[in-house]
């Protein structure tokens, strides 16, 4: 099963640099299920080869890791949760779950949008109006 455990900067995505965040046996991994991507119209290649991922390959990140072996991947990955890991790096819990509420600045934009409208339409009258009469 592929397990994302968070997020690594890039001077420190040389193993060697962050020896003491390597979890070695067995553990226990908290975390989303996550389906596999599909790459958009607008979403960039994967750099497989720079270990660049712009979107979810599953095939694509099995093969990268494991090049000579041939695994039987499960069709989904978990992304892990924000945990004490030694040395603090990966850092897990990239996974944003709040979803904005922006109803009520929405609302009010097109509401303040609608009025402004209709002072101009006013304004259009008027002018209108005074132009008819002699």
């Known amino acids: 099963m592929l397990v994302d455990r968070g997020f690594v900067p890039d001077n420190l995505k040389d193993l060697s640099t962050r020896a003491s965040g390597q979890i070695e046996g067995v553990t226990t991994v908290t975390g989303i299920v996550r389906a596999p991507d599909t790459q ?4 960039p290649n994967n750099e497989s080869a720079a270990n660049r991922w ?14 000579t072996a041939t695994l039987d ?7 892990a949760e924000k945990s004490d890991v030694p040395g603090g790096w990966p850092e897990g ?4 779950l709040e979803l904005p509420n922006n109803h009520l600045q929405y609302a009010i934009t097109w509401f303040a949008l609608a009025a402004a409208l209709i002072v101009i339409y ?6 209108f109006y005074r132009r008819e009469q002699p």
Request: proline share 9%; no cysteine; hydrophobic share 45%.
């Open 73 to 79: 991947v499960p069709p989904f990955f978990i992304e």
């Open 40 to 43: 958009r119209l607008f979403t």
């Open 122 to 127: 006013g304004f259009y009258l008027r002018s």
């Open 93 to 96: 819990g990239q996974t944003r």
């Open 54 to 67: 712009f979107w979810r390959d599953l095939n694509g990140l099995v093969s990268s890791m494991f090049p």
